[in-house]
């Protein structure tokens, strides 16, 4: 109820602020299109969905909204600071939360004819031009817009406010080419809109990520959660809803960012190892997925150490997470918060993409009585 109640709050917000945006597209024929995703936690199965292997994340209720209307009708409006605009063949995004991140203007605008070109500077912009330059690529027709993103997925703390940002997108385009509010997907639908999602950011935002954020993102259901086998694209949705746990979600207040070129850099190392399995274990192993702690044991003379420990990680961590799985469908909330622990310490150990600050919180929590485990 209560997430209703904020996401009502903020349709409502982005509607008075899309008409103070946009006067002169407020009259008698105007139509809004509107389009939702919520941001998500990984319980467990870090870097492991660009590995091939398995995820186990859930969905938030903090989500991306984004409303819009058509401009193609509308040839010009003003902005507050009387500054002209051509909607008529534009795409143009406000932002009531995302632009101030980046010290941006408020209205961002591309053409038509620039659209499927990719971005030369930094914008969370980007994440929109994206998913329409896709959407266009693969056949679909999508008319000039003016819209308003809000949202209240926190953002650079890991908890895909880019990836939300994306599939609020892709509703918003499913709602506009279909002219409807009131859509009902297919899995095979959701998973197109999951992979247009993906491709998006990784043509238009550089960002070599795997799929488990736009799944999830698209897939994920209330009160459950869902482990994805990134290989086959399958899931299960497993009850995530006992009243007497609480999953708590603590910000460290260091900044997470995939541009970065170490998540580049790690996905390298994997391939790397990938290459030397394939080579001098067996021709069948295709990715970390098919690997066991054995097998790069057995290459481990010819590995560079900082590759044998980021495979180690992605090979134990795919064994943690259908662990975790079984044994929240078990109620073992006690291995589950062992498997977190562990998790934890080889992100730390192996993969080296933990902090200080991360550290300390999960020592802190593992301390306390009735916690479980962290991560």
Not at 15 to 44: D, M, S, T
Not at 46 to 69: C, K, S
Not at 205 to 221: E, K, N, R, W
Not at 336 to 345: F, P, T
Request: glycine share 6%.
């Amino acid at each position: 109820y209560q997430r209703r109640v904020r996401e009502n709050e903020m349709i409502l917000k982005a509607k008075q602020k899309f008409l103070e945006i946009f006067p002169n597209l407020n009259n008698e024929n105007l139509k809004l299109y509107g389009g939702i995703a919520p941001g998500r936690v990984n319980l467990i199965g870090e870097h492991t969905d660009y590995n091939q292997g398995f995820v186990f994340p859930l969905a938030l209720p903090q989500t991306t909204i984004a409303i819009a209307t058509l401009t193609t009708a509308t040839p010009t409006t003003t902005n507050n600071n009387n500054t002209h605009l051509n909607l008529c063949s534009n795409f143009s995004f406000v932002s009531l939360n995302l632009q101030d991140s980046l010290n941006e203007s408020k209205i961002i605008q591309i053409s038509t004819s620039e659209i499927l070109q990719k971005p030369t500077q930094k914008s969370w912009s980007n994440y929109v031009q994206g998913v329409i330059a896709e959407y266009i690529k693969a056949g679909f027709s999508v008319p000039p817009f003016a819209a308003v993103f809000i949202g209240n997925v926190p953002l650079g703390g890991g908890l895909s406010s880019s990836a939300s940002l994306e599939v609020a997108t892709a509703m918003l385009i499913e709602s506009i080419i279909n002219n409807s509010h009131e859509l009902q997907f297919t899995d095979e639908k959701k998973l197109q809109i999951a992979l247009l999602c993906q491709k998006a950011e990784h043509n238009y935002a550089s960002v070599p990520c795997g799929l488990m954020d736009q799944y999830i993102s698209t897939f994920g259901v209330t009160g459950t959660a869902l482990l994805l086998d990134c290989r086959s694209t399958k899931h299960q949705l497993i009850p995530f809803n006992n009243p007497n746990l609480s999953l708590l979600v603590t910000n460290s207040n260091v900044k997470h960012e995939l541009s970065g070129g170490e998540y580049a850099q790690r996905r390298q190392q994997c391939e790397q190892s990938v290459e030397l399995l394939c080579n001098h274990v067996s021709s069948s192993i295709n990715s970390l997925r098919d690997a066991t702690i054995s097998d790069i044991d057995k290459i481990k003379h010819l590995l560079p150490e900082i590759c044998y420990k980021r495979a180690k990680h992605v090979i134990t961590e795919n064994e943690r997470t259908q662990n975790a799985a079984e044994a929240l469908k078990n109620n073992d909330w006690k291995l589950v918060g062992e498997l977190m622990v562990a998790s934890h310490r080889s992100l730390q150990n192996d993969y080296e993409v933990s902090c200080i600050e991360l550290d300390l919180l999960v020592d802190i929590a593992i301390e306390i009585d009735g916690v479980y485990g962290s991560r």
